[in-house]
């Protein structure tokens, strides 16, 4: 076979060669040691819990090391491709801290476009790169075409709306398939223009020289030393339109980007040997794998599932509706990334997670466990430690959106809501309340008077007239002036006023000498002032809602009783 001739007669208008492309294409300049990792989406929905896994650990491992992080669009399945969806990739990840030093990004105008120099960063647009490295390996007798009839495609393409792979794929049956690859690798050059001149299209498939039962030793860097079994398929590199099969772009893409690492899902696994004989036939040098294992859940029974796409907390859509802080849900991935980042975390508590140490051989290789529990502890945390005014500014972001009547309430007095969030914040045990901002509201909804009600009840077993009692007296003494202390004290005096003992250790010694305690008159006044039993540090609650509301709402109480 001539197949310098065939290559003309497949891609007669292909004239780069591939030294030229790669011209376009110069090494980076970068430091020693610097990686160069991309995530390489395709935008066929929205971003999914375990997407965030491999942009982080690309994210990290390039900036950690002086070098790049980029956002390939991996575009070329028109059929799967959702509107918008790009656009709404690359605002969650930027929402999520994962911001790209080049790539696909979105233009003043909305729209996507390029930034850097080994763009175009969507596949759709690098049609005539993958032709050139195409028309070579049918110069060098490595890939051949394999034509059906335009009809046979279109009858296909009416039966199903997978026909393209169908079209595509040899016989389901191994012998037979074995026959069918070997009679179109001997088609001729004859046989090629009578089907060109027929306008029939074709694939082109690589012409596959491995053996199955030989392994080429692997490693990758997360899943450790491997076998891998030589790859003897004729797989397609460029479908009938001309656009390449993941496995081709991928390979071409990442040598030509200078993709250093490659980060991916383990479901590429098995492609692998595919990807190491087109590093092969195409001259590249290989980059460096990780494969990250499913990110895994349990279900009802208990049992370990994977985490699919229409499981709670798959979608990370969910998350800000659900309210959590993107610094939260960023913290708790580096939980689950690295085994060693919360022993880090609790040394460095006022550090952020981008001056973690991340560690490639601290990752586990099986697949990581989501939990909720385990998120919403992260989460508190983390909020227990902003400032008040980082709570504000977020939660009132976040209620306006998803919540505008409360929201509107948050801002219409940014101080007062400040003075609330504020409570129990900054020392060394800071209140931990929030583990969303969705938690805000019933926390602490009743310090404005829209939303407060009782919403627990005094215990049958007090006396309704020890409450009035204690409330009324209350009243009687209350100064907003007094400090914490003096406050205190008038609370004791009321107790013993009412035959409560005023100290927890003599009641507890002797709880039948007494009608009650110190803690049941607090909460006789909690009740009135919050509507709960659990609520902050009252004497600070009464601080906040000034003298005219504590007291219109111990009278109200008092009248009710
Ligand atoms: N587009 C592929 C995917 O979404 C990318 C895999 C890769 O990172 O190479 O699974």
Known sequence: MDYQKLAELLYPNVTKTPAEIEAQFPPRNLPEGAKVTRFAPSPTGFVHFGGLFPSTIGERLAH???????????????????????????????????????GAVIGEDGSICDKGDYGPYRQSARGPIYHVFAKQLVREGRAYPVFTTREELDALNAADKKAEIKARDWHEDQSEQKEQMLRARNITLEEVEENLRAGNPFVLRILADGDPEKKLPFTDLIKGKLEIPENDEDFVLLK????PTYHFAHAVDDHLMGTTHVIRGEEWLPSLSKHLMLFRYLGFRLPKFMHIAQIMRLDESGNKKKLSKRDMGANMDDYSRMGYSPACVCEYIMTLLNSNYEEWHMQNPEKPYTDFPFNIKKMSNSGCLFDFDKLNDVSKNIISRMSAEEVY?????????????????????PDYTRSILAIGRGGKKPRKDFATWADVKP??????????????????KFDKADIKHALSSFLASYDPADDMNTWFDKVKAIAREIG????????????AAFRGNIADVSMFLRVAVTGKLNAPDLYTVM???????????????????
């Open 240 to 243: 009938s339109d001309g656009i």
């Open 393 to 413: 500014s977020e939660v009132s972001a976040w209620a306006l959106t998803y919540d505008p009547a409360f929201g509107a309430l948050l801002v219409r007095d």
């Open 543 to 561: 601080q906040i809602l000034g003298k005219s509301r504590t007291e219109a709402r111990i009278k109200s109480m008092i009248e009710s009783l």
């Open 500 to 511: 409560y003992a005023d100290d927890m250790k003599a009641y507890k010694a002797d709880p």
């Open 443 to 460: 926390y602490m909804s009743f310090f404005f008077d829209e939303c407060f009600r009782i919403e627990d009840a005094y215990d049958e």
């Open 64 to 102: 950690q090391s002086g070098g790049v992080f980029f956002l390939r669009i991996e575009d070329t399945d028109a059929k799967r491709e959702v509107d918008g969806a790009a656009e709404g990739l690359i605002r969650t990840l930027s929402h999520y801290g994962i911001h790209f030093d080049e």
